[in-house]
């Protein structure tokens, strides 16, 4: 078997006995599963999953951490159940979200962000006894309290601050800075930190940050951390227990062909982050998501046609933005793949889906293999905010997941029915 292009661990084109190099997800040619479960598919290798997370203890096993895993990246069952028994907590910005993770693991790992969280939404979480309550503003922390007392419980919480630090990155997941919704400005910390302390229902357990997503450079995460742990030693001053220093998510990935080993990039974010927490004996809380699940995931889909209008070439296949909204929202670039790697002259294409909007396309003006209608290709780390952004629109069923481990598939989410899409309407 020769490797004719590594892409470690999860998809890797592989030789059969015809010398025919086809894509192929662990020990699975991707071909076999679209034959098996239909276009678009999203494929994900658990082997991936592992081996990334593994990366990130490793680089952050000089402190107590717990890694808690952003739901929100990638919130299928079985991809928590996997997260779980590899010991990782989870992240939660929702009743939905706490309730999937409920689905398959205890809450004791459970830390709830979001600036809008809803009376209900805080109960749930104070029931189920989660680990900590990322509280984003004063009124909310008056809603929190009002929950545990109801309760007789207690919930534990911590400030998201938010540090003031540009990220350097999309517009739309950029979050710490002063103009953004998110966080507590860190002048009004202090006051809210002291009103929290005088309720016997709330306990100061931590503080958190988060300061947007997709991020490659250290600088940003370094900057972040500096300036909580100035927060740190005041709030300690000022009396608090400040055990937990909750760092976010955010680190991002290289969505396009160089690929730098994985490991090496998450130890420069680990020595970043860690570097000015060092000594104050906290336990660090990390909060990846697309870095854990974005890799390990791929859509297939199928080239339904070939077209020209004009001098430009169109390759319409059948996944859509609807499947996979990256590119339209983020103006992200995956890399797309022919799943059979025949020699052949590359043209210059726009790939796009079926849905009526402009903005509806995989990418444009790509360099691609001269691909035929009916060929499937592989649109790469499509596992973080994939299927998680999917919608119904133009009312078409959100694709099928699977789970690849070794030799074998496992459906994890089947297709919907256009039966299921419109079952919870009333005609009259
Ligand atoms: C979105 C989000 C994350 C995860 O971000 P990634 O870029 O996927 O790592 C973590 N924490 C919070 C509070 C978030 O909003």
Redesign the pocket.
């Known amino acids: 078997m020769s490797d004719a292009i590594e892409r470690p661990p999860g998809f890797t084109y592989r030789s059969d006995l015809k010398r025919q190099s086809r894509l192929c997800c662990e020990q699975l040619p991707v071909e076999r599963l679209a034959e098996r479960f239909g276009t678009p598919l999203y494929v994900y290798s658990a082997r991936a999953i592992r081996e990334r997370v593994r990366a990130f203890d490793h680089a952050f096993k000089d402190i107590e951490h717990t890694i808690c895993y ?1 739901v ?2 990638n919130s299928n069952l079985a991809v928590l159940r996997l997260l779980g028994e590899l010991g990782c907590g989870f ?1 939660v ?1 929702s009743g939905g979200e706490l309730a999937r993770v409920l689905a398959v693991r205890r809450a004791e790992k459970v830390v709830f ?2 600036v809008g969280k809803a009376a209900q939404e805080m109960e749930a979480a104070v029931r189920a006894k989660i680990l900590l309550f ?1 509280v984003e503003s004063a009124s909310e922390l008056r809603v929190l309290e009002a929950c545990a007392a109801r309760l007789k419980s207690t919930a534990s919480v911590a400030l ?1 601050v938010n540090p003031d630090v540009p990220a350097d990155t999309h517009p739309y ?1 950029s ?1 710490g800075l002063e103009k953004h919704k998110f966080g507590v400005p860190v002048c009004e910390a202090r006051e809210l930190y002291a009103r929290a302390a005088r309720s016997p229902h709330l306990r100061v357990a931590g503080i ?1 940050v ?1 300061i ?4 490659t450079n250290p600088t940003p995460f370094s900057a972040a951390s500096q300036r909580v742990a100035e927060i740190v030693g005041e709030l300690r001053r000022d009396g608090h227990t400040i055990l937990y220093v909750d760092v ?5 990935i290289p969505y396009q062909q160089q690929r730098e080993e994985f490991s090496h990039l998450v130890r420069a974010y680990a020595e970043a982050v860690i570097a000015p927490l060092q000594g104050l004996g906290v336990k660090l809380l990390v ?5 854990i699940v974005g890799p390990a995931g791929a859509l297939l889909t199928r080239v339904l046609y070939r077209k020209a209008n004009g001098g430009k070439k169109f390759i319409v296949v059948d996944a859509a933005m609807n499947d996979l909204i990256r590119p339209a929202l983020y103006q992200a670039e995956h890399e797309i793949v022919p799943v059979e790697m025949a020699r052949r002259a590359p043209e210059i294409v726009d790939i796009v889906g079926p849905v009526c909007e402009s903005g509806d396309f995989f990418a444009r003006a790509r360099s691609l293999p001269a691909v035929a209608e009916g060929e499937l290709l592989a649109i790469l780390d499509a596992g ?2 994939g299927m998680a952004l999917a919608s119904n629109y133009n009312s078409r069923a959100r694709p099928a997941e699977v789970m690849v481990e070794g030799k074998t598939a496992k459906l994890i989410r089947r297709r919907e029915t256009i039966a299921e899409l419109i079952r919870l309407e009333r005609a009259n």
């Open positions: 952003s929100k990246a992240d910005v962000s979001g990322n998201r997941i979050t958190s988060h947007g997503s997709q991020i976010g998510g955010g680190l991002g909060e990846p998501g697309r870095s973080a905010y």
